[in-house]
């Protein structure tokens, strides 16, 4: 449960450099404030986290996989809520386009974090 937290805290603070720092990128602008693109990215990153799944050491088949892919993208989700709620000063909204941009930090860091634990 600690780690659930841990991880959580550490999206929302990936999240909050992602509104703040990225949005900043005219690339990141034109590519990553559209739905359909980070539909792509977050396809990617339950996959990827899904491969990543196969390293840890508790490793029971394809089920503890899938869930660990899963399981990582639902705390990377939930980061980029919580920074979207802080940095809309409490009005939270999924057409916010700040949302787009707290997923992106989330997911873009958090795959710099798995690359490097592993």
């Given at each position: 449960?600690?780690?659930?937290?841990?991880?959580?805290?550490?999206?929302?603070?990936?999240?909050?450099?992602?509104?703040?720092?990225?949005?900043?990128?005219?690339?990141?602008?034109?590519?990553?404030?559209?739905?359909?693109?980070?539909?792509?990215?977050?396809?990617?990153?339950?996959?990827?986290?899904?491969?990543?799944?196969?390293?840890?050491?508790?490793?029971?088949?394809?089920?503890?996989?899938?869930?660990?892919?899963?399981?990582?993208?639902?705390?990377?989700?939930?980061?980029?809520i919580?920074?979207?709620?802080?940095?809309t000063?409490?009005?939270?909204?999924?057409?916010?386009?700040?949302?787009?941009?707290?997923?992106?930090?989330?997911?873009?860091?958090?795959?710099?974090?798995?690359?490097?634990?592993?």
């Amino acid at each position: 449960m600690f780690l659930i937290i841990l991880s959580i805290i550490f999206y929302t603070i990936s999240g909050l450099i992602g509104i703040f720092l990225l949005k900043k990128i005219n690339f990141v602008k034109k590519t990553f404030n559209n739905k359909q693109n980070i539909i792509y990215l977050s396809i990617f990153f339950i996959v990827f986290g899904s491969y990543l799944g196969q390293y840890d050491p508790g490793n029971t088949g394809i089920a503890y996989q899938i869930g660990y892919g899963v399981g990582n993208y639902f705390s990377c989700f939930v980061g980029a809520i919580i920074a979207t709620f802080l940095a809309t000063k409490f009005k939270f909204s999924f057409n916010n386009k700040l949302f787009y941009y707290a997923l992106f930090g989330s997911i873009s860091l958090g795959t710099i974090m798995l690359l490097i634990t592993i």
